[in-house]
């Protein structure tokens, strides 16, 4: 509700809105100061130019061949000096102000080692070497100013790192670690081994051999070597078991472990022995007479066999012949005193020579025998024997592949000028895989009697 | 005619002696006795030996039966010499006699000679004893042969085994220095 004082005069209302925006507008302008002076116009000028610089990585990567290796530089910015110049109306005076800008860049590198080399962008190089050694990355970096600044420039850092490697290679030099799935092997073959090192000095090789593996086997001496060093940078041995093999070596270059490995297939020779025997008998021969396994004409058992050999391999079959417990033989004279044979070594016991020689044609066969004169009445014979077939392959050693075990025993007496007994043996025994090898303290036939005859 | 007497008798004496310092013909065997014939000659050429160096001889057996199989034994141990006996005339007039002695306990690796067959095998005489003189030596081996085998008697696993013994004939062998 409005009143109206006397004398008052009336206002227009426009008249008054019009007063109230006037007197808004010139508190405002006063208060802030923008008024009289308006920027007009503004200039931008480059004082002077930014640059940036690499700094060198500070770290020295060592790996394994086959590692990753991530080596970082870092840059120096120095920004641009810009000059900036405000124009004002009424006559206001310029303003100057100066700011700066960082300049753009773009760093790529290049990694080598040995024949090998990658190359990439970035501050930080990522990669995976192929050689091994002393490497270097190369950083280089193109920088370019912002305008109102347009001054380029460039900058340059080298990186070290080291690549070691551990490779197996073979008796020829030929790295066979890098193609580990194509290795094959016959069992009995000389396996020579060395770990080929690359990018600084190695130590504390630690060799691992999957499989029966041995040293050597003197098949002379019937004496086998199971144990071969495991701690050189070689490592020599056979294999003796067929299969799916793995090799690894691992040695220390300057507190890194590195390690190679590599697998091998190996194979061994179909083989089969088929054992033939004949009957133990007692002969009279003129005033004599002799206790056989096979006869007076026949051999006692003849081993027979097959032997094929994988493609790509050559070798032949070795035979030893062995008895784990000694043969005893008796004889019995005429006033009734019984002889008897008795080792004078530790069994086993090896029938030598070995490799066992006596053939007929390319079949072993053996015909174990005593002989009596006319001064004996009785006779007796027992032994059981086991015949080994082995592979020795070109350049290796034997080592078994399957055997056969045999007897024979027979005892015989005269009575009235007429000899009788009873007597046994194996028939046609079936032969039987083996990684077994035939080995002996003595010899067989390294007996006396007792009494003595 | 007298002449040709005297050359007849110069070439006779003169290829006898050939014949006696060079060795044997291999043709010459001892007398067979139950259709085995024995015969021993140097392996290789008939040169002259050597005193000293190896002397390879070669006992040659013959079954001149068509039906009659023959066995030798032969002692695996002692396989060169075991089952023969060697007489042996040196030069000197010494006679060294070695006789078998194949191995009570043994492994017998002898053959079978069949019918018209013959086998060979060697003698290392070098291990009977050493022909150390010059001169003119005598040989003769002897050795058992068992059979033949038809003639058999078998009673179970016994079995009744002819044997006999057969000589060689005697082998003259010139040892030059």
Known sequence: MTTWQYGQKRRDPFQLVFIVVLSAMLVSGVAFGRFPCQETSEDHGCVSDGWVTLVAPTNSPVVCLGNSITITASVTVANSQNQTVKHFNNSCPDEVSYGGDAPTYVVTWTASVGGWSTNGTGLTATFTPADCGAGTVSFGLNYTNVSPCNGTGTSSTDGNFTVLSLKIVDGSGKDISSANSNNTAIVGQSMNLTAQTCGGTFSNYVWSVDGYAISNYDVVNGILTTDFPLTNSGVMFHWVDDGSKSVTCSADCGGITCSANVNFNVVKPAAKIDAKTLTVIFTTLGSGGLLKFGGPFGQGITFSNTLTVPASFSGTSVWSQVCASAPVFTLTDTSGVTHTTVQNGSSPFGDLPSPYGIFNGVNPFDSPDISVDSSFVGVSASGSYEMFMMFQPSGGCPVPLRAVTWSWSGAFTKSSGVWSGTSTNSIDPPDYPTTSFPTWNSSVKDYHWNPSL | ?177
Request: hydrophobic share 40%; aromatic share 10%.
């Open chain 2, 1 to 177: 005619m007298r002449k040709h007497l005297y050359c007849y008798l110069i070439t006779f004496v003169a290829v006898t002696v050939q014949a006696l310092a060079s060795g044997l013909s291999t043709n010459e065997w001892g007398v067979g006795t139950n259709n085995v014939k024995m015969s021993i000659y140097l392996a290789g050429s008939n040169e002259e030996i050597k005193i000293g160096k190896p002397l390879k001889l070669i006992a040659r057996f013959k079954n001149i039966s068509t039906n009659e199989v023959f066995h030798l034994h032969q002692a695996r141990e002692l396989t060169e010499v075991a089952d023969y006996s060697f007489f042996i005339d040196f030069p000197s007039g010494k006679r060294v006699s070695a006789l078998s002695k194949a191995p009570i306990i043994g492994s017998d690796m002898g053959s079978n000679i069949g019918p018209n067959e013959t086998f060979e095998c060697e003698l290392k005489v070098d291990k009977v004893c050493q022909l150390d003189e010059v001169g003119t030596y005598k040989i003769i081996v002897q050795r058992e042969i068992w059979g033949p085998f038809e003639k058999r008697k078998e009673k179970g696993n016994v079995v009744e085994m002819p044997t006999f013994t057969i000589i060689s004939n005697p082998l003259l062998l010139q040892i030059v220095k």
